[in-house]
């Protein structure tokens, strides 16, 4: 029976993981793409849950055996059945990554709440995620689910709603942010305003310090590391947002 269960979970946050990789990139074409000027903003809500899914060059739907999490992409052998183009190894690896964090979740913590919490806070992270690195923009209409997926997780895991320490980190981090956004031209972009002050909310004290370190180490090295021979790091711009997610979700982790 347990193992069943397991079964079921990986199911299910796979699936979760599929259903988030398809939103982040409808979001990315209905709000920022080619088709962000296409109908009202109503209808276009309305499209991220109701169009089947299909190939984005060719528009063939996809066959329902390939809509299976993770091995979908095997079954279908990695490409569309139409134009042959070939689709990429995140979703796979995506779908994987969520029905393991399942999993795993709730082996650590024997909560479903948490574990199903923190897949739906996993899936929004991602939204995030795709949103910044692709266009250097954050979603503020993703910032209410964040919140309420990450105080659903956090309630999960203490049994406490946020207390005045929580409240404080979230002060100091907001004055900070706003200080700096107003103080140093160009140097973040107003979605980190409120954001940053959010996810270190989320993350708690004394647990914003390895939020707020593991954000900045990893925008410096993975930009240091990308940048072009010769480029200078000065003024270039990086999606914190990005690592603001990531370093949330490993927050979590270390919370477990």
């Known amino acids: 029976m347990l193992i069943s269960f397991y079964v079921l979970l990986f199911v299910f946050g796979s699936s979760m993981g599929s259903f988030y990789i398809t939103t982040a990139e409808r979001i990315l074409l209905y709000f920022y793409g080619k088709n962000r000027k296409q109908n009202s903003r109503t209808k276009r809500l309305f499209s991220l849950l109701t169009i089947p899914s299909h190939c984005e060059i060719c528009n063939t739907k996809v066959a329902p055996h390939?809509?299976?999490?993770?091995?979908?992409y095997f079954l279908a052998k990695g490409k569309c059945k139409n134009c042959q183009t070939k689709l990429s190894w995140h979703y796979p690896t995506s779908e994987f990554l969520f029905g393991i964090t399942g999993i795993l979740s709730f082996?650590?913590?024997?909560?479903?709440?948490?574990?199903?919490?923190?897949?739906?806070?996993?899936?929004?992270?991602?939204?995030?995620?795709?949103?910044?690195?692709?266009?250097?923009?954050?979603?503020?209409?993703?910032?209410?689910?964040?919140?309420?997926?990450?105080?659903?997780?956090n309630f999960a895991l203490t049994n406490e709603l946020p207390g005045f320490e929580e409240l404080y980190v979230f002060l100091g981090f907001g004055l900070f942010y706003t200080a700096l956004y107003f103080l140093v031209k160009q140097g973040m972009g107003l979605g980190d305003v409120f954001f940053a002050p959010c996810f270190a909310f989320l993350a708690g004290h004394p647990f914003w310090m390895l939020f707020l370190n593991v954000s900045?180490?990893?925008?410096?090295?993975?930009?240091?590391?990308?940048?072009?021979?010769?480029?200078?790091?000065?003024?270039?711009?990086?999606?914190?947002?990005?690592y603001f997610s990531i370093a949330l979700f490993f927050t979590f982790i270390a919370k477990v």
């Open 216 to 242: 900045y180490t990893l925008a410096i090295l993975i930009t240091f590391l990308s940048r072009k021979k010769g480029e200078s790091l000065k003024g270039k711009a990086i999606p914190m947002g990005v």
């Open 66 to 72: 390939h809509l299976l999490p993770v091995i979908g």
């Open 107 to 153: 082996y650590a913590m024997d909560s479903l709440l948490f574990s199903i919490s923190f897949i739906f806070l996993l899936g929004h992270l991602m939204i995030s995620i795709y949103t910044d690195a692709t266009y250097f923009s954050l979603d503020y209409e993703n910032l209410p689910f964040i919140l309420f997926f990450g105080l659903l997780a």
